[in-house]
């Protein structure tokens, strides 16, 4: 077993990822963000780690921890290639092929000695997606290689040498190919779109490569934005450059073959300069542009229905799991008409890179007022409330969330409305408010975790605030079932058990047993009780004395640099229970 310290940037989803696959292992991981030299020092100082690892670094490592303890570097590149644009260059030069190298610190960025490389396909998808899908696969597959290395002592990592192109041999060990190289930041006018040359193709490959940070620049009746969320559009056509529909919270605009959707901006100068849905940034400059309904040829879809056989499929893949009221509200009319349809099972896809992560906290902070906002997105007609309660209630269905991408804070107790949770190989869940301000939360959460992981549980995994994935979700009773696969086969295989569910001879006496346990449930206390204790609450969080949700989702939104590490993950910060006691039985 070994101490572990990440020195990170920020907990994302690549380092929470790692932090649990660790931990599995039987190591100790604690975790410092890189904030400044002297804290880091301080860090490694108070833990004395075994090994250092770096998922997620926007800087180089100080020379006097790396002199001292070994640090792996993990860079979102394939073997050779340095710099801090790597996905950005691969989506741009359309690589098919591209990997993740778990590398050593030393005195040159992204230069040290390579202990391990793990190669995965592209998708046309945009950087943040194959960061949060593919990358985050082979990193965790490179990183657990590199540890085990680590670990058994004696290896020898390979020195960046570029004149090893081809497979080579020293001393009986294979070496690995160097293919990649050094590459320059990726400036603005390296993405910058030319409208009246570049293809539909380029044009996406550039939002792409950009998305989700910095964006590409452009220009939009003269002021500057940020473009994110780019969608091929397969019928409309006009004149290059040209905005020619908008659709939902999307506009779309012309290219020299065709046309591309972009569902979000950012204003540059803006008073609200953070992502938010194009039309309504664009707002009265869009008004009269032909409003065009969504379908499988035209326009930009974030909610869609497909049925196969008895099942129906319901995909909502909104912009970074976001929620707002209006998104709710059509998610709940498209999953009442799916229950209106003659199937036995609807299975809740939400979307590849996230299930749900909740309220929709941009939104919410451009709101006139947060506040009223806040209480719109849970509690307005319709919204993530109704939503979870219609789901609750569904006595015509049986109802399963299948768990493409991770699920936080209201997203996760939203898919547990559902009779099954299925969830993919390497999910991460962050099933609590707390980290939001204290935020209490609501989507009947009260009701559904006691329901499914029992009251111990339920106490355990609130208070811990802490990511969890799929083995711990489901030996807490949080999800039902772990299916081992990604991406489409993993839809796959939902498809084969859904029809399983809708087709077992058993299928009429276990929905009425689920609409039996839910009348009992009912009886001993309505749902309505537990809505408005949690409603109370929320309440407070958002009118009431106490800032703190406000300052959290400011600081969020924002994306204010943090200034320390929360001691759930810095577990070297923490003062041991002992030392602890000591100090209290002082006072
Ligand atoms: N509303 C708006 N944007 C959200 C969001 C939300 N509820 N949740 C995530 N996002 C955005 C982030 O701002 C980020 O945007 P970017 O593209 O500009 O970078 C992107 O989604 C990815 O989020 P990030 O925090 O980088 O992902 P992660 O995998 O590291 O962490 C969570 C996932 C869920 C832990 C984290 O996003 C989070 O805490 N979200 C807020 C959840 C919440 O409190 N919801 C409200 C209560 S229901």
């Not at 070994?70 to 290639?81: E, F, R, S």
């Not at 707002?324 to 059509?330: H, P």
């Not at 906290?361 to 007022?369: G, R, T, V």
């Not at 295989?493 to 299928?507: I, M």
Request: proline content about 4%; aromatic content about 10%; charged content about 25%.
């Amino acid at each position: 077993m070994l101490r572990i310290l990440f020195l990170t940037h920020a907990f994302n989803s690549l380092t929470q990822r790692l932090y649990i696959e660790l931990q599995q292992q039987g190591h100790e991981v604690s975790v410092e963000f890189d904030i400044n030299d002297i804290v880091a020092a301080e860090a490694v100082n108070l833990y004395q780690p075994d090994l250092i690892i770096a998922p997620f670094l926007k800087r180089a490592i100080p020379e006097s921890i790396w002199d001292k303890t070994t640090c792996l570097i993990v860079h979102p590149g394939i073997a050779g290639d340095r710099g801090p644009s790597a996905l950005d260059w691969a989506i741009l030069n359309n690589e098919t092929l591209w990997g993740v190298t778990v590398l050593q610190a030393n005195k040159e960025m992204d230069a040290g000695d390579i202990w391990t490389t793990q190669a995965f396909m592209t998708r046309h998808t945009s950087k943040a997606s194959l960061y949060r899908n593919e990358v985050t696969e082979a990193a965790a597959i490179a990183v657990l290689k590199a540890v085990a290395l680590f670990e058994k002592g004696n290896f020898i990592p390979q020195p960046l040498d570029y004149s090893n192109t081809e497979n080579s041999t020293i001393a009986g060990k294979k070496l690995l190919k160097i293919k990649g190289q050094l590459q320059p930041l990726m400036t603005q006018n390296e993405r910058k779109i030319h409208w009246y040359e570049d293809t539909t193709n380029i044009v996406l490959r550039k939002i792409r490569s950009a998305d989700g940070f910095p964006g590409v620049l452009d220009d939009i009746f003269g002021r500057e934005y940020y473009l994110y969320d780019a969608h091929e559009e397969q019928q409309l056509s006009g004149k290059p450059g040209e905005l020619i529909a908008r659709c939902g919270g999307a506009i779309c605009r012309a290219t020299i073959d065709g046309a591309v959707w972009i569902g979000h901006l950012r204003d540059k100068q803006a008073e609200h300069p953070f992502k938010l849905p194009a039309t309504r940034l664009l707002a009265q400059s869009v008004k009269s542009l032909p409003e065009i309904e969504p379908d499988q040829t035209t326009g930009y879809r974030d909610i869609w229905y497909e049925q196969e056989g008895e099942v129906g499929y319901l995909h909502f893949p909104f912009y970074n799991g976001a929620m707002g009221t209006e998104q709710c509200q059509r998610l709940q009319r498209a999953y009442t008409e799916a229950c209106q349809q003659e199937t036995k099972v609807i299975v809740l896809m939400g979307g590849t890179d996230f299930w749900s992560n909740g309220m929709h906290l941009n939104l919410i902070e451009a709101a006139e007022s947060a506040a009223d906002e806040s209480w719109n997105n849970i509690n307005a007609i319709n919204a993530i409330n109704d939503l979870a309660l219609e789901i609750i209630n569904t006595n015509s269905h049986l109802t399963v969330a299948a768990l493409q991408g991770n699920a936080g804070a209201g997203g996760v107790f939203l898919a547990r409305s559902v009779d099954e949770i299925w969830a993919s190989q390497g999910v991460i869940l962050n099933p609590h408010y707390k980290d939001m301000g204290n935020l209490y939360g609501s989507e009947y959460w009260t009701y559904l975790l006691p329901r499914y992981a029992g009251e111990k549980n339920a106490e355990h995994i609130i208070q811990a605030r802490l990511p969890m994935g799929t083995k711990d979700a489901l030996s807490l009773g949080l999800i039902n079932e772990v299916i081992e696969k990604k991406g489409t086969a993993f839809i796959k295989d939902v498809k084969k058990r859904a029809a399983d569910l809708a087709d077992v001879p058993a299928y009429s006496s276990r929905l009425e047993y689920k609409n039996k346990c839910r009348e009992v449930d009912e009886q001993y206390k309505p749902l309505a009780n537990y809505r408005k204790s949690e409603l109370d609450k929320m309440h407070m969080n958002f009118f009431g004395f106490d800032p703190s949700y406000h300052i959290a989702r400011y600081n969020f939104v924002y994306k204010v640099a943090k200034s320390r590490t929360p001691l759930t993950i810095a577990r070297h910060r923490r003062i041991s229970p002992l030392v602890e006691n000591k100090t209290r039985s002082a006072v």
